[in-house]
């Protein structure tokens, strides 16, 4: 099962409301990432979490808090967000370092449609 | 630093015809290569990976892709294009990072349209 699920499907959120979005993968994968998408733009890199523990920030923005509770969890949560941050929010897992005969490409979930007004 | 140029922005092919979607990748080291598929709203849909050995791989769907070091290209192939094959199409290289995970940079995306 090559499977990342990630809920809600589509979220509209005010530019005061606190809200979360969750991933989960049951693949064993010791590597999770969000990534943020325009329309017709590849993702960019927003977070990486390598055994839990944050492994890059790429210098997003604090109104944007990552969270790994466990190794199959990762949420993202948002506050205080701008119109500009309206974008498809992708999750990922790949294989990590320690993994016998890894390739570590990336899967991704269908994403999170978030709108904020 | 790692990088992958796509030089197309759309690609247009007849059902049944070839098709080819071009990347060139500039590394240090040795490439690891990936090719992923987009449809509309939906998510990246891994389709196949080089790391090493025969330069000719196979994916997913019936798409392959050759790696040519002199060329420094992995260009995705398909012998005879599907209508369901149209979908934004992006190439990737692979970094690992120190504080574990990989990073995946991305080139901009080719749009394949595959008309009948």
């Known amino acids: 099962d090559t499977e990342v699920t990630q809920t809600p499907k589509h979220l509209v959120m005010g530019m005061t409301n606190k809200k979360s979005l969750k991933c989960e993968q049951h693949?064993?994968?010791?590597?999770m990432y969000w990534y943020k998408q325009k329309a017709k733009k590849p993702p960019e890199l927003m977070f990486v979490y390598s055994y839990e523990k944050l492994s890059i920030n790429e210098s997003v923005p604090s109104r944007f808090s990552p969270e790994c509770p466990n190794s199959s969890l990762l949420n993202l949560h948002l506050h205080a967000l701008q119109p500009e941050d309206s974008a498809l929010y992708l999750c990922?897992?790949?294989?990590?370092?320690?993994?016998?005969?890894?390739?570590?490409?990336?899967?991704f979930g269908p994403g999170t449609r978030l709108t904020v007004t | 630093a790692q990088s992958v140029a796509q030089p197309e922005d759309q690609v247009n092919v007849a059902e049944g015809n070839p098709l080819t979607v071009k990347c060139t990748y500039s590394v240090s080291g040795n490439p690891y290569l990936f090719w992923y598929v987009q449809y509309p709203n939906r998510g990246l849909q891994f389709l196949l990976k080089y790391i090493t050995g025969d330069n000719l791989v196979k994916g997913s769907y019936g798409f392959e892709a050759e790696f040519n070091k002199s060329q420094t290209s992995f260009h995705l192939k398909k012998p005879s294009a599907l209508v369901s094959d149209s979908a934004l199409y992006f190439c990737?290289?692979?970094?690992?990072?120190?504080?574990?995970?990989?990073?995946?940079?991305f080139g901009t995306g080719t749009q394949l349209k595959v008309e009948l």
């Open positions: 990737a290289v692979r970094d690992i990072l120190t504080g574990g995970g990989n990073k995946l940079t």
């Open positions: 990922a897992s790949s294989q990590d370092k320690g993994a016998t005969g890894g390739s570590y490409e990336q899967y």
């Open positions: 693949m064993g994968h010791r590597a």
